[in-house]
């Protein structure tokens, strides 16, 4: 209606619709909309034109011009162009979008939908002129999560990272703990090969600290070019990492290739399917099947659980049961109001089968434990399933040493450690070809003795310090220090042991002068050990 009190002065029907289309939503997108070239190139005689109007139009096409005019203003400021942006964009995942801003997203921004920060950074280069400067503060997950894969990769292609200040947790005073992690930087709209940015590594520390090591240009990084990181499976901005390092990624294969890890059970109510074992029916237990069929046709109700848990290698965090009764009939058919599946029993063809395991949440070191036959998993107790026994107990030494710790914070440092993370860790076949992992079976032996010795396990059968003497009439005083002499031996042979494996994988993988086989007596997780209590 707008568009014909303006046709007498040159306003196309088409142009007025292209400009109220790009605002109709301007509350919700605010300066992510972006204004089509077409448009864009109308916007100077429609701006002539709307300002003939409101000098010499009736009141109607004087009314319409007016509206208009607000909006060209609108699209003239979000095109312009300059030599530097700065900003400090709102950070929002999309689980918090609604439904029009979700679409907006995917449409529009596809390799960074996942959160509104990083639409903004590219939107940034929207108003940068061809060599102009990005500069913003974000948080630093488009870094390294595989959700800005995409997003990365043509970064790197397209642009320069000239500096940044990787500042972590804990950079501001007003914001505490270690879930919000930032990092400060200046990217360039044009892309200059073979750049070596400036990186400051700040991870540590308070906002003091982080602030004095800056000024002092302490921790500093600027001897890698920058398309270097995308010799890294993910090309994650792994700045820290020696030449050394990466190439490993180069003569290596990814570990997905020996061991295939997938996703678990999300039953989307534990409340209702999970119990721990001691809270059902051992009749209605069944501990050992190693199939769907086989657990099927023993007509149980409950099935080992594997949730993930606490930091603990080798053996160990088996404490809860699911409802698997009849092939999970119940959790498959657990909908919501509008009778969508509510569940997700994904990859149940892997239920039941041996693994190696870790925990989706991890706010330090990650830990490896093997788990037998008879276990569903859950999303959250990531599992993967080499072919041969002999395969996993390799994988396990492997998954358990300082390097896989180190290459977990390159490829991925927040709290989540999943699939494709370990996926994409660097699997160098000499390191595991003709070599005895027999040792393996002993860390699990121990671990798992470890394990059982205490009330919480369904494999429990006696206190241990009543075994630890073979007299037949032990005093409690003697059967006590027996037991602790037992523990510290124990220990002493799994710390000899898991140092032993460490060696053995780092000299194969070249990685002499980065690391050390050494392993701190907390990290040898068995209850036993006070150390790691």
């Not at 940044?164 to 919000?180: C, D, N, Q, T, Y």
């Not at 199939?291 to 659980?305: G, R, V």
């Not at 434990?369 to 998993?377: A, L, T």
């Not at 390191?431 to 798992?448: C, N, Q």
Request: with cysteine.
């Amino acid at each position: 209606e707008l568009a014909n009190h303006l046709v007498p002065f040159g306003v196309q029907r088409g142009t007025v619709k292209a400009l109220l289309d790009s605002f109709e939503h301007a509350k919700t997108f605010g300066s992510l909309i972006q204004i089509p070239d077409v448009l864009n190139a109308q916007l100077p005689a429609l701006a002539e034109a709307l300002g003939k109007a409101n000098e010499t139009g009736d009141l109607y096409a004087q009314a319409a011009s007016q509206d208009l005019m607000a909006l060209v203003g609108q699209a003239r400021v979000l095109e312009r162009k300059f030599d530097a942006v700065v900003a400090n964009p709102p950070y929002m995942g999309g689980k918090g979008m609604n439904g029009v801003l979700k679409e907006f997203a995917k449409a529009t921004f596809p390799d960074s939908k996942s959160d509104l920060f990083a639409m903004f950074i590219e939107r940034g280069f929207g108003w940068c002129k061809r060599s102009g400067f990005n500069s913003m503060v974000t948080m630093q997950s488009w870094m390294f999560l595989s959700s800005y894969e995409a997003m990365r990769e043509k970064l790197l292609t397209q642009r320069t990272i000239q500096t940044m200040a990787h500042l972590g947790a804990r950079a501001f005073v007003e914001i505490s703990g270690e879930v919000v992690q930032t990092t400060a930087f200046v990217l360039q709209g044009q892309n200059f090969s073979g750049f070596k940015p400036a990186f400051f590594r700040l991870v540590d520390g308070q906002e003091e600290e982080k602030e004095a090591a800056l000024r002092s240009n302490q921790n500093r990084f600027d001897v890698t070019v920058q398309d270097d990181f995308k010799k890294i499976p993910g090309s994650p901005v792994a700045y820290w990492l020696s030449d050394n390092a990466r190439s490993t990624f180069e003569r290596s294969k990814a570990l997905a290739v020996i061991a295939p890890a997938k996703q678990g059970l999300a039953t989307a109510n534990n409340d209702r399917f999970v119990r721990y074992w001691f809270e059902v029916s051992q009749a209605k237990i069944d501990l050992h099947s190693r199939s769907l069929t086989e657990a099927h046709n023993s007509f149980a109700k409950w099935f080992p659980y594997n949730k993930g848990g606490e930091f603990r290698r080798w053996y160990g965090n088996q404490d809860h049961l699911v409802n698997w009764a009849n092939n999970g009939v119940e959790i498959r058919n657990f909908t919501d109001e509008q009778g969508n599946q509510r569940s997700r029993p994904q990859n149940t063809q892997c239920y039941f089968r041996a693994s190696v395991s870790w925990s989706d949440i991890t706010s330090g070191i990650p830990s490896f434990r093997f788990f037998p036959d008879g276990f569903v998993y859950d999303v959250t107790g990531m599992s993967a399933q080499p072919e041969t026994h002999d395969q996993a107990l390799a994988v396990l030494a492997y998954a358990n040493t300082p390097i896989v710790t180190w290459f977990t914070k390159t490829l991925n440092p927040t709290l989540h450690f999943q699939i494709g993370n370990f996926s994409s860790l660097p699997f160098l076949e000499s390191a595991f070809g003709s070599r005895d992992f027999g040792f393996v079976e002993t860390l699990i032996s121990t671990a798992k003795t470890d394990w059982d010795a205490y009330e919480r396990s369904w494999g429990f059968q006696s206190l241990p310090i009543l075994m630890a003497l073979s007299e037949h009439t032990p005093s409690l005083e003697s059967s006590y220090i027996a037991w602790i002499t037992q523990n510290r031996v124990t220990i002493s042979e799994m710390k000899q042991l898991e140092e032993e494996s460490n060696r053995l994988f780092i000299d194969a993988y070249g990685l002499r002068d980065e690391l050390t086989p050494d392993v701190p007596i907390e990290q040898i997780t068995l209850t036993v050990n006070p150390a790691y209590r």
